[in-house]
């Protein structure tokens, strides 16, 4: 089914409903991805930009100490991982960068979560998105909403496994353009793992909220449950591409195919 988004206008003449549905929560959680945007945008495009330009990347943008926490990754690595190769720290920048290049690859390929990969995968990502090759994805759907909930008072925050620079990133250089404005915090793994309770009232300490007041919004299940415990009205949202939710989770929670079906 074909979802088509509000627009602003239908949202302006449906005014008065739109506000009886917010006055249930005095502040809004997001999930990214699966919610606010494409399940699969940090698969297809983020992690293939990184994949395809990280040579043209350390050649061009790296100067040889910026190499050096990659060099000593991918020494540390090879003691463990065959198809890592050892670089030498004295090895000419040419040789350091076709090393780095192949074990970067091979990294994205067997999806290891390395910090100093991490690293480097923010910085060209921020490269991309200020240089307009890459913008982030986010549903028809999701803008016209977050701003009429901005304009009730109503603050928004997100709270993503991914940082918290990606984050302002993705939304900052979005598709809808800058969404920023709009968002009141962001949240990452910084706060706790997104499947745990205590994470959730964390964030209700740190926004100064009732969680029975706020309303959590994501398409895992785990998550949903994780937020529930803590006291959060949690929804779950249903998106093209998303795993399959289970017959408990679907009894347990209310779905929303669409922001504009906020209640």
């Keep these: 089914m074909v979802i088509t988004a509000p627009s602003l206008s239908m949202l302006e003449r449906v005014g008065p409903l739109v506000r009886h549905r917010m006055?249930?929560?005095?502040?809004?959680?997001?999930?990214?991805?699966?919610?606010?945007?494409?399940?699969s945008f940090v698969k297809d495009?983020?992690?293939?930009?990184?994949?395809?330009?990280?040579?043209?990347?350390?050649?061009?943008?790296?100067?040889?100490?910026?190499?050096?926490?990659?060099?000593?990754l991918s020494n540390a690595e090879a003691e463990a991982d065959s198809d890592i190769k050892k670089i030498a720290e004295d090895a000419t920048k040419e040789v350091k960068v076709d090393c780095l290049t192949r074990n970067i690859r091979t990294w994205i390929d067997k999806d290891k979560k390395l910090t100093a990969m991490k690293q480097?995968?923010?910085?060209?990502?921020?490269?991309?998105?200020?240089?307009?090759?890459?913008k982030g994805h986010v549903y028809d759907d999701v803008l016209p909403v977050l701003q009429k909930l901005h304009d009730s008072g109503i603050p928004i925050y997100i709270y993503s496994s991914g940082s918290v620079q990606a984050q302002k990133l993705l939304f900052g250089y979005s598709v809808a353009g800058d969404m920023t404005k709009v968002l009141s915090g962001y949240f990452d793994t910084n706060v706790g793992y997104k499947q745990e309770s205590s994470s959730y009232a964390k964030i209700a300490e740190n926004i100064k909220q009732d969680p029975a007041k706020i309303l959590f919004l994501t398409d895992v299940e785990k998550?949903?449950?994780?937020?529930?415990?803590?006291?959060?009205?949690?929804?779950?949202?249903l998106r093209e591409g998303n795993a399959p939710l289970s017959a408990k989770a679907l009894e347990d929670f209310q779905t929303i195919s669409s922001f504009a079906e906020l209640a």
């Design 23 to 39: 006055a249930s929560f005095k502040a809004l959680v997001l999930d990214i991805e699966g919610t606010t945007s494409s399940i």
């Design 45 to 72: 495009e983020l992690f293939p930009y990184v994949y395809n330009n990280v040579e043209t990347y350390l050649k061009n943008k790296c100067a040889d100490d910026r190499l050096l926490p990659l060099v000593e």
């Design 120 to 134: 480097l995968q923010g910085e060209m990502w921020k490269d991309a998105y200020e240089q307009n090759l890459v």
């Design 223 to 237: 998550e949903a449950y994780a937020a529930k415990e803590a006291g959060f009205q949690s929804k779950l949202v």
